[in-house]
């Protein structure tokens, strides 16, 4: 039986006391503000590399928008049908209500048609 203490963490660190992190803890090459710095160069100015986060970033951008419904053409269709059910959305309901309703009141006519 043997009675050793083992140790898996980093020498001389403290129990508890984490390593400070970057201010976001994110990898700052694919951040929204270094992208848009690297996007006023042009693109012979840019490293492969460079080009690369731009390119990455912008086609995260592209696939969270059209996967959020969030496009610009998305954006004037709801535009557009939010206009149109303000001015007609009463017209329309009370419409189809009546489509709705016609049914009913004809099966009503019918059934007490000769009993009243």
Known sequence: MVN????FGIKGMKWGIRRPRASSGRVNSHDYSTVQNLRTKKPRE????????ITKRLT???DFARLTGDT??????KA??????KRYGGEVLGGLALL???PTIDFIKKRFQ???
Do not use: C
């Open 4 to 7: 050793d203490l083992e140790h």
């Open 46 to 53: 840019l490293s492969n590399d460079e080009l690369k986060i």
């Open 60 to 62: 995260l951008e592209a």
């Open 72 to 77: 610009p053409l998305v954006k004037s269709g």
């Open 80 to 85: 557009v049908v939010g206009t149109f059910i």
């Open 100 to 102: 709705a309703a016609k």
């Open 114 to 116: 000769g009993g009243i």
